[in-house]
T-cell receptor, first 114, second 116 residues
Framework: GAGVSQSPSNKVTEKGKDVELRCDPI?????LYWYRQRLGQGLEFLIY????????KSGLPSDRFSAERTGESVSTLTIQRTQQEDSAVYLC????????????FGPGTRLTVL | AQTVTQSQPEMSVQEAETVTLSCTYD???????LFWYKQPPSRQMILVIR??????QNATENRFSVNFQKAAKSFSLKISDSQLGDAAMYFC?????????????FGEGTQLTVNP
């Protein structure tokens, strides 16, 4: 595709359930990022994948959050035992290599935990 | 750790006029990137303008320009001839040039309203 895609666009879940969010980066982009955006706030870094290197997980807020990426393709962000404070928009971005290149963002997944 | 501060939660401007959005940041690094992103209601983050810290010349992109004051750690965005389509949330962001620090660090955002 032409840009970064994310699915689902919106997700409503009940407290305590697990959710899985998907990100399809731009083809050829080796770097992939997940960010969280709470209502009315800026984006917070969650996790970063670069090629086959070990991911930078330093932004994950708790052990309920995990993410995987297969090679240089799709990534999934999993939140286990969701809490109401997990309600936010989760944005994915990809870029060529890493530091030097622009990050292109997807449209995000809005997660609502009831 | 780097921090980015946007002290104006909301700004408004009349169509065709000029508005300046403020941003300050804190870092101990000497070389880095600074960005302004636009986020309309569609949630899509759009890169507006980028500045490399070692370049003294302020970046410009059509109606958008920045005032980069490295010593003061200030990075403001000026929008000239404002248009209705400029209405959005604007985020200032910092990015280290070190490979390990390639994440973006964002400010809290400024909601810009353009009045017809």
């Amino acid at each position: 595709g032409a840009g970064v895609s994310q699915s689902p666009s919106n997700k409503v879940t009940e407290k305590g359930k697990d959710v899985e969010l998907r990100c399809d980066p731009i083809s050829g982009h080796t770097a992939l990022y997940w960010y969280r955006q709470r209502l009315g706030q800026g984006l917070e870094f969650l996790i970063y994948f670069q090629g086959n290197s070990a991911p930078d997980k330093s932004g994950l807020p708790s052990d309920r959050f995990s993410a995987e990426r297969t090679g240089e393709s799709v990534s999934t962000l999993t939140i286990q035992r969701t809490q109401q404070e997990d309600s936010a928009v989760y944005l994915c971005a990809s870029s060529l290599f890493s530091a030097m290149f622009e990050q292109f963002f997807g449209p995000g997944t809005r997660l609502t935990v009831l | 750790a780097q921090t980015v501060t946007q002290s104006q939660p909301e700004m408004s401007v009349q169509e065709a006029e000029t508005v300046t959005l403020s941003c300050t940041y804190d870092t101990s690094e000497s070389d880095y990137y600074l960005f302004w992103y636009k986020q309309p209601p569609s949630r899509q983050m759009i890169l507006v303008i980028r500045q490399e810290a070692y370049k003294q010349q302020n970046a410009t992109e059509n109606r958008f320009s920045v005032n980069f004051q490295k010593a003061a750690k200030s990075f403001s965005l000026k929008i000239s001839d404002s248009q209705l389509g400029d209405a959005a949330m604007y985020f200032c962001a910092y990015r280290s040039k070190e490979t390990s620090g390639s994440r973006l660090t964002f400010g809290e955002g400024t909601q810009l309203t353009v009045n017809p």
